[in-house]
């Protein structure tokens, strides 16, 4: 009898955890270049789909990044229009990797990846980090 006690409140902590309401996740309609102002060095592209497909975002610097990641060659702050919770795909390019945070800000306290090392391949950024970046940084 006890164990069927166990077992009911086990079930319900699984259905709480089902209905957890799910955060809002934009659909991109537009691509964005960000950073020309600096230069064409393209340094990431980020998608708004898992196999690279949607929109993108691509990213360009003055040059490539530089092989520290402990500083951040390009930050993005805020992610363009209709891009919030969207990435799910990581390209990078010229020695850079890619940071993705949860909020905006790309603050160093908030809930964030590791250094993504997408490469020209590119890497889905998993079911974890999947539409919900509101901001980012390369190095
Ligand atoms: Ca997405
Ligand atoms: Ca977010």
Redo the contacts with the bound molecule.
């Keep these: 009898m006890l164990k069927r006690i166990v077992s009911v409140g086990a079930v319900t902590a699984g259905l709480v955890v089902l209905m957890t309401p799910v955060a809002h ?1 934009d659909t991109p309609t537009a691509n964005y270049d960000l950073g020309l102002q600096y230069g064409n060095v393209h340094r990431a592209t980020l998608t ?3 196999d690279g497909s ?1 929109n993108r975002i691509r990213v360009f610097g003055s040059s490539p990044c530089t092989t520290s990641t402990s500083d951040r060659d390009n930050v993005v702050g805020v992610v363009p229009s209709g891009w919030n919770d ?3 795909r990581v390209y990078d390019y010229n020695s850079c990797d890619t940071k993705l945070y949860e909020d905006g800000g790309a603050a160093t306290g908030d809930a964030q990846t590791g250094w993504i090392d997408g490469g020209s391949a590119g890497v889905y950024v998993g079911p974890n980090w ?2 919900r970046a509101s901001s980012f940084a390369l190095s």
């Design positions: 996740a708004e789909n898992a949607g969207a990435i799910s999947n539409d």
